[in-house]
């Protein structure tokens, strides 16, 4: 007995975790975005640069392969001749090779910016995914503090250009220097202390989280959270933590300056830290940037492996509601320091760099919680309806279609079965198409066109109450002369315009 021939299996469609497809909303609103970012830097002097997706493993830094398959933190491939790529981590190593590859050809310093996604092999969850946009600006080659300055200076100047406001956030600038002063100051220096002296700094990096009473515990023998759990502390003596408390504590950097000098006094790169953090001060109160916008914060903490002299951080201080319906601080949406090492692992000889990135995906919800960002409304196309399948009208429709394109304006030609006029009426609705164009054999033999206004226009503006009124007040189905097409589908368009602006009482 034969057997039935088995059906072959249909293949599942799905997503793979920790990635997204994005709808045409949040990609506008990124290249809206992007554009705005892109303005204030080209304005800064900086310059495009794109670099690929995957990298040789070895050039990502710390993630170099200790095992037949890399997969600390990235997705990895072995190539054809058995070398190891890797999707980049993120931007800046990317862009250190590519300074050391093409360093006789550069010019220093040599100030660029650039977008792209960036990927994470790590465990995904509510709001954390594999893969993200970051858009970066970064200058090589140049080793004063200014740079620096100049960096935080221009993170202001985009936030203020994407409709953030004074108030509704700071830049918050350290000095990874100062912190290694204040570490050795209270004992914890040199190679022996490095796993402490983290432990240390992870503990400072949480103030925010845990407050000060937290802070202490995990300076001292630790913290116990509400489920149990216990973090194993620094073991700080009640000194070593008044004297890391009073350093994270600073809040008006010009009053304490002395009192922090004093605390890593006798400390070489202390001293040397809390030197470039006056000077950056100076620089940004200089330019007209005060506390306001630009603040010395000995609080923040970045890139504890990374950065080696100032560490900035741009937050937004206004409250949103989380998804527990509780009011938070927006918090941190990008930042970055100097990284003098990077480059410098290529070349062999110090190459000085700073630079910062900008989370692209948690300021987009940040403009979109300020309504700053998609409040331009698309049109969605006109719509060229097809009455009538024969070659000669369907050139027609799509010369209707063309002309509407032609004059900057949004326009398709149906292009389903045409057969089911109703049917073309329903996609029109559903795509929100504001116009559709109509043309039978009638209209065609007296060189006419029907224009159909689908959007119900003034009703919105909640100044017209009944249908009566509404039909008076603008024609719903109006037939004009082929040639006067583009003007008056422009004349519906722009009433339809300034309704919706009335609508939102603008």
């Not at 800064?44 to 398959?69: Q, S, W």
């Not at 600390?72 to 999707?87: K, Y």
């Not at 300074?99 to 650039?114: M, S």
């Not at 202390?270 to 007209?288: K, T, Y």
Request: a negative charge; hydrophobic letters at 40%.
């Amino acid at each position: 007995m034969n057997e039935k021939p088995r059906k072959p299996q249909k293949l599942k469609a799905r997503l793979p975790r920790g990635f997204v497809d994005r709808e045409a909303a949040d990609i506008r609103a990124v290249n809206e975005m992007g554009g705005k970012i892109r303005e204030v830097y080209e304005r800064y002097g900086f310059d495009p640069v794109e670099t690929p997706l995957f990298e040789y493993t070895d050039a990502l830094g710390k993630f170099l392969p200790d095992a037949d398959r890399p997969n600390e933190g990235v997705f990895s491939l072995q190539d054809d001749d058995d070398q190891w790529m890797s999707l980049r981590y993120d931007l800046t190593a990317p862009l250190a090779r590519h300074v050391a590859e093409n360093f006789q050809e550069i010019q220093l310093p040599y100030r660029t910016y650039r977008a792209g996604y960036v990927f994470r092999n790590e465990k995904p969850g509510p709001g954390r995914f594999r893969q993200f946009m970051q858009f970066d600006a970064d200058t090589v080659g140049a080793p004063g503090v200014n740079a620096d300055a100049e960096m935080c200076m221009m993170m202001a100047d985009t936030l203020e250009a994407l409709g953030i406001k004074r108030g509704d956030y700071v830049i918050r600038v350290n000095n990874r220097k100062v912190l290694d002063g204040v570490m050795e100051a209270i004992g914890v220096g040199g190679d022996e202390n490095a796993a402490r002296r983290l432990t240390v700094l992870r503990a400072i990096d949480k103030l925010d989280k845990f407050g000060t009473e937290g802070v202490t515990l995990l300076l001292g023998e630790g913290r116990k959270d509400e489920s149990g759990d216990f973090t194993k502390g620094a073991g700080l003596d009640a000194d070593q933590i008044e004297k890391v408390l009073f350093f994270v504590s600073i809040t008006d950097y010009a009053e304490s300056a002395v009192h922090l000098a004093e605390l890593v006094a006798g400390t070489e790169k202390g001293a040397e830290g809390v030197d470039e953090l006056n000077l950056i001060r100076s620089l940004v109160l200089g330019a007209g940037y005060g506390p306001d916008r630009i603040k010395i914060d000995p609080s923040v903490v970045r890139g504890l492996e990374y950065y080696t002299g100032p560490v900035y951080e741009a937050e937004l201080t206004f409250d949103v509601t989380n998804e527990k319906g509780e009011k938070v601080v927006f918090g941190s949406v990008g930042g970055g320091g100097r990284y003098d090492g990077l480059v410098s692992r290529f070349m062999g000889q110090p190459v000085p760099a700073t630079g910062f990135s900008i989370g692209v995906s948690r300021l987009m919800t940040a403009l979109k919680n300020l309504g700053k960002l998609g409040a331009d409304e698309v049109v969605a196309p006109v719509l060229v309806t097809v009455m009538d399948g024969d070659v000669e009208s369907m050139g027609r429709y799509q010369k209707f279609t063309q002309d509407l394109r032609n004059a900057g304006i949004r326009a398709e030609m149906y292009q389903g079965n045409w057969k089911k006029f109703g049917n073309q009426l329903k996609y029109a609705d559903r795509r929100g198409a504001p116009i559709a164009i109509i043309q039978g054999g009638d209209e065609r033999a007296q060189g006419v066109v029907q224009i159909k206004d689908l959007i119900e226009g003034k009703r919105l503006s909640g100044e017209i109450t009944d249908n009566a009124e509404w039909r008076e007040a603008r024609v719903a189905q109006e037939v004009v002369p082929e040639a006067d097409l583009v003007a008056k589908v422009k004349e519906i368009l722009a009433a339809q315009a300034e309704d919706r602006r009335r609508a939102k009482g603008l």
